[in-house]
């Protein structure tokens, strides 16, 4: 998010307003309908989604989801899933160096 208010390098182009620059603070909204099925949220940052696809990330929480007791779900999903995704320390950039922030929300 912050560089979506900074970065002004990216944001030169006088020929498009501002939402279209390479970089805006616009958000990407969608909306979906739930069903009876849907166990969860998860909202996450664009560097988690350049690690994992959609379904990935669901997969991978829907796992953990059943695999963990419920009082260390909600801390322990996106724990595990940022330890098994993050670029360790000391190596060169690439996949797992953007920013990662994932949150799981559990459905009544």
């Known amino acids: 998010l912050s560089r979506a208010f900074g970065d002004l390098l990216y944001k030169k182009q006088p020929?498009?307003?501002?939402?279209?620059?390479?970089?805006?603070v616009e958000p990407d909204i969608?909306?979906?309908?739930l069903g009876s099925g849907d166990r969860f949220i998860v909202l996450g940052c664009d560097g988690i989604f350049d690690q994992k696809t959609n379904q990935e990330v669901a997969n991978?929480?829907?796992e953990k989801l059943d695999a963990l007791?419920?009082?260390?779900k909600l801390r322990a999903v996106p724990e595990a899933f940022l330890a098994a995704n993050l670029r360790p320390p000391n190596t060169p950039a690439g996949a797992g160096c953007d920013n990662m922030t994932l949150?799981?929300?559990l459905l009544p």
């Open 60 to 62: 991978f929480v829907a």
């Open 103 to 105: 949150a799981v929300v």
């Open 30 to 33: 969608e909306s979906a309908t």
């Open 15 to 24: 020929h498009l307003p501002w939402e279209e620059q390479l970089i805006s």
């Open 69 to 72: 007791g419920p009082r260390d």
